[in-house]
């Protein structure tokens, strides 16, 4: 079974400009979650899909950040225009959606996002 | 609020050493959820455990053991006859019950040398 996918696994910008960053869960999984990571400080949530539905997106530091999951399948996040505070590893995740609980989840290898 | 915190920010051992990795949290919820994930070089996060705050007993997998200790809010992390494989950085992270969410202690950066 393949596991979360992400790509690209390295982006390098400059301020002002637009990057799109895509994430394919576990074939099955109905969760999908976004994190960040920026140097040095722990992963944050950003945002929570159930199937192609915004569950949660409470993390989302502004609006220059936007997450979609049509189809339910992969999802994408885009961020317009990036600062260099957007610099970090963005993380996704996916899990199943079992009987209300929590169930594991699953995370990505990130891509690690550098705004110059 | 619900918080994780990993004191530890790097522990360096020498192979064969036994090492522990220590994870406090905070949170107001009777259900929860905690995990250790491990991330080596490689940079992806590698799933280890799930415990529920349910069930309190001691787990081990090989030369990794856990111990959870509700009277301490505590979920630490030991590694028997560590080697150099197991250089990674290991978070500790909660679930909010509620929102399944995960929260993340800072890290702990363990280096294993020969």
């Known amino acids: 079974e393949a596991g979360v996918t992400q790509f690209p696994s390295h982006s390098v910008i400059e301020k002002g400009q637009t990057v799109t960053l895509r994430c394919d869960p576990i074939?099955?999984?109905?969760?999908l979650y976004w994190y960040r990571r920026v140097m040095g400080k722990e992963i944050k949530f950003l945002l929570h899909f159930v199937k192609e539905s915004k569950q949660d997106e409470s993390g989302m530091p502004n609006n220059r950040f936007l997450a979609e999951r049509t189809g339910g399948t992969y999802s994408t996040l885009k961020v317009q225009p990036a600062e260099l505070e957007d610099s970090g590893v963005y993380f996704c995740?996916?899990?199943?959606?079992?009987?209300?609980?929590?169930?594991?989840?699953?995370f990505g290898p990130g891509t690690r996002l550098t705004v110059l | 609020a619900q918080k994780v915190t990993q004191a530890q920010t790097e522990i360096s051992v020498v192979e064969k050493e036994d090492v522990t990795l220590d994870c406090v949290y905070e949170t107001r919820d009777t259900t929860y959820y905690l995990f250790w994930y491990k991330q080596p070089p490689s940079g992806e996060l590698v799933f280890l455990i799930r415990?529920?705050?349910?069930?309190?007993q001691n787990e081990i997998s090989g030369r990794y053991s856990w111990n959870f200790q509700k009277s301490t809010s505590s979920f630490n992390f030991t590694i028997t006859a560590s080697q150099v494989v197991d250089s990674a950085v290991y978070f500790c992270a909660l679930n909010d019950y509620n929102t399944d969410k995960l929260i993340f202690g800072t890290g702990t950066r363990l280096q294993v040398f020969p």
């Open positions: 995740a996916s899990s199943r959606i079992e009987g209300g609980a929590a169930d594991t989840q699953y």
């Open positions: 415990r529920n705050s349910f069930d309190e």
């Open positions: 074939s099955g999984h109905d969760n």
